[in-house]
């Protein structure tokens, strides 16, 4: 099969798994839900046809097992994840899983083992769309979850341990806290993703090679004040806790705005008890703050920490402030990124390298082995969102260059 036909089966792939959602007319697919079983029993279904040993772990990860020419032989980790965003395009996570996929598929078209082997999985849980907590199906893979997450409730008041139960993982915490590996069984872990911005579009190149990911924290925070009748209580006696939030906002905005390389995102704002003609009471903000300096990215969230609490101060409120994720700046293997830039070499295209403002699971993955990324352009570089879409011809450069890696890692 040509990298062309190759390409054109992982675009089909990707319009297939696009039709489990949990919406009929948009694409939402959380974790541990019905619309994410499909999704992982579809993909379990081409690893199996692709020569590898499939199993689901304790809390819904797929891992397909491509083995070595020899037992006992180190893994090279390939993958990326299924779930998305509210709402979402069919490519963030999906396309690297489907590279990953289809690159073992022409192994097994050619009766081809490795010095190692090569297992392909698809996380349950990147996004963090149902607990607001990211990295789920990673932590969980890399023996680095947190007990405590499996008494968050979503929504609809489920806890993620009951979640887990319903979807037919095991929610006992050992299961989820210990490793499937020592860091010495393993060559790496490495992700093919969408770039999710302009740069390869603006350069009109395909691919370009992850140098580390942006360090980032995530916080909740609410302001409580008092609801009061619109009508009758004067402003000066007011303490309205959406003007609070809407000054928060504001001062978070141009923080990020006056900082190089600072990214700063309130992205949910829930309104308690919320009618037309009663002053806000209670209001809950999410705030994302991300930079390749985990320095800087600390220094803004003590300084936005004091514009809160100046604002809960001069408007009489009370302040709730929690970080509830942090991940720090993360690296990628020197020896990694060499070989990627010499297989993007090979393919006849220029090398760039970048670094990404977004998190991905190798951010987790890093944690147990060295990790490496390859970014593929995306129109407008649009992410999250319907409009989000690739080139075949781009895909087609992105699984000829994870080929050259994975050979050239073979001869070394």
């Known amino acids: 099969m040509s990298f062309h036909d190759s390409a054109h089966l992982v675009m089909e792939r990707c319009d297939i798994l696009a039709r489990y959602s949990e919406e ?9 839900t019905q619309a994410m079983h499909s999704a992982n029993d579809m993909f379990a279904t081409w690893l199996s046809a692709a020569g590898m040993n499939v199993h689901y772990d304790a809390i819904g990860n797929v891992i397909g097992r491509y083995e070595a020419l020899q037992p006992g032989a180190k893994t090279l980790l ?32 050619r009766g081809e083992r490795l ?13 963090g769309l149902r607990y607001h907590s990211a990295y789920i199906g990673s932590s969980a893979m890399t023996g680095t ?30 299961q989820l806290s210990t490793s499937r590996w020592q860091s010495t069984d393993l060559l790496g872990y490495c992700e093919v993703h969408i770039e999710q ?28 004040g008092e609801l009061g009748h619109a009508g009758t209580v004067p402003m000066l006696l007011r303490k309205d806790a959406l003007c609070a939030a809407a000054e928060f906002v504001i001062a978070v905005e141009a923080l990020a705005r006056s900082q190089p390389g600072l990214v700063a995102t309130v992205g949910q704002i829930d309104v308690q008890r919320a009618a037309s003609n009663v002053i806000p009471g209670h209001v809950a903000l999410s705030l994302d703050i991300r930079h390749q300096n985990d320095a800087i990215r600390e220094q803004a969230q003590q300084i936005l920490y004091e514009q809160a609490r100046r604002i809960q101060d001069q408007r009489q409120l009370v302040l709730d402030w929690q970080l509830t994720q942090e991940n720090h700046t993360v690296s990628c293997n020197p020896r990694l990124i060499h070989t ?35 970014f593929v352009r995306c129109a407008g570089g649009i992410s ?14 992105a699984i000829a260059v994870l080929e050259h890696f994975i050979t050239d890692l073979a001869r070394k």
């Open 340 to 374: 990627f830039e010499q297989a993007i070499e090979a393919t006849g295209n220029p090398v760039l390298t970048l670094s990404s403002g977004a998190g991905h699971d190798a951010v987790v993955m890093s944690k147990l082995t060295d990790v490496a990324m390859l």
């Open 197 to 224: 911005g302009p740069v390869l579009e603006a350069r009109n190149l395909p691919v370009a090679v992850v140098s580390g990911i942006a360090g980032q924290a995530r916080i909740k925070l609410s302001f409580t």
């Open 145 to 174: 979850f947190d007990p405590a997450l499996l008494h968050l409730t979503d929504i609809n008041g489920v806890t993620m341990a009951d979640a887990i139960q319903a979807y037919g993982g095991n929610p006992d915490p050992k």
């Open 384 to 397: 999250h969102n319907p409009a989000e879409a690739v080139l075949e011809e781009d895909v087609s450069v």
């Open 78 to 109: 390939l993958g990326s994840h299924l779930d998305t965003v509210q709402n979402a395009g069919r490519y963030d996570g999906i396309l690297g899983v489907m590279v990953a996929l289809v690159c073992v598929e022409r192994l097994h078209a």
């Open 115 to 127: 010095p190692f082997a090569i297992e392909v999985m698809a996380f349950a849980d990147e996004e």
């Open 24 to 32: 009929a007319n948009c694409l939402t697919r959380r974790f541990a």
